[in-house]
């Protein structure tokens, strides 16, 4: 390999190193990931499930949310589900992504 090649490939180790940070490999061996949701306890995780399920059951059938008691008297909190996903968007991989496009630019 030359040495601008060796050069390139140690710096985008250090790029992953340091921003690829979502996603945790799997101490099973598989092969997988796994990517964390931090949650106060069991009541907002049970919350975050409960308002998933109620958007996954509107979304399905729209008129749901008329014949249910359940989806009738709370409403889905949105702004939860919203920040679950923001939660899980990977921010850091934006920003590699970045510096590797503009390395690129640059070399």
Known sequence: METNEIKKLA????????????LKPSNDNTGTYTAQIK???YSE???VIA????LCIVALDHEAHKASNTIKTSPINVALILEMVLEMFPTDEMEILDEILNSYNVI
């Open 11 to 22: 710096y985008l180790k250090k790029l992953t190193a340091r921003n690829l940070s979502t």
């Open 39 to 41: 949650l106060s306890n």
């Open 45 to 47: 995780l049970g919350c």
């Open 51 to 54: 308002e998933i399920l109620k």
